[in-house]
């Protein structure tokens, strides 16, 4: 490891000089054409000099790789936010799409587990037509048409109401605070409204039929019963 070698480098360095301080009694100084004991005290300590710069500079790599490890785990757990939250969502609208509609739902179930019962419904909103609109004007005219829908309906969602688009031609609608059929039925038929109002889209005037499923809980008490 790096704190292993640079012990090593550490005892290796003091174990030279040391060496470089321990003189023999009988040891003979050199000549003039050789190195004198300054001399070579001096080279000493310059190795141990060299050793401690050499440690220094793996410690600073250390902290960078452990910088740069840091980071990409980092660049790594946003790349994985990001995937999962695009798993989630529509692209074409932004909204939830089923998958992230579920979820939200299930949480919302989860919460209020073992609390007072919910008064909350939820609305599927068909668009019968969307698919002819596409077949007849391309994909990028169904596309802008869905959009336009898709703001009519969020101008409309009260605080805790939440949107999706479940399909290709349905949105998916939950809202809670409604305690009686006929706020629900009423609640559903304002949304549908919106959606049956025709639309200019490139040029062109589009309209289509609207149907509506609606589940209410506690009589459907499950995700997939609501759903």
């Not at 999962?84 to 074409?92: K, N, T």
């Not at 919106?194 to 149907?211: A, F």
Request: hydrophobic share 45%.
């Amino acid at each position: 490891s790096i704190s292993a070698l640079v012990s090593t480098l550490f005892v290796l360095g003091s174990m030279i000089q040391m060496r470089a301080l321990t003189i023999a009694h009988d040891a003979v100084p050199l000549n003039l054409n050789g190195l004198s004991d300054n001399a070579i005290y001096t080279v000493t300590t310059g190795i141990v000099v060299l050793l401690l710069v050499m440690a220094h500079l793996v410690t600073l790599y250390d902290e960078n790789a452990q910088r740069k490890e840091a980071a990409l785990l980092a660049s790594l757990a946003q790349a994985q936010s990001a995937l999962q939250d695009a798993a989630q969502h529509d692209p074409v609208t932004g909204l939830r799409n089923r998958l992230g509609f579920e979820r939200a739902l299930g949480e919302l179930l989860k919460t209020d587990e073992g609390k007072t019962p919910l008064s909350l419904a939820v609305a599927r909103l068909s668009l019968e037509g969307h698919k002819s609109i596409v077949e007849s004007y391309g994909a990028n005219v169904g596309d802008h048409f869905v959009r336009v829908l898709t703001g009519r309906l969020l101008a409309q969602m009260r605080p805790d109401d939440v949107l999706a688009r479940g399909e290709s031609d349905e949105f998916l609608v939950y809202g809670c605070g409604m305690t009686d059929e006929h706020q629900v039925t009423q609640w559903a038929r304002r949304l549908a409204n919106l959606l049956h109002e025709p639309c200019v889209v490139e040029e062109l005037e589009l309209s289509l039929v609207t149907s509506i499923g609606i589940a209410r809980f506690p009589d459907s008490a499950s995700v997939d019963q609501l759903l």
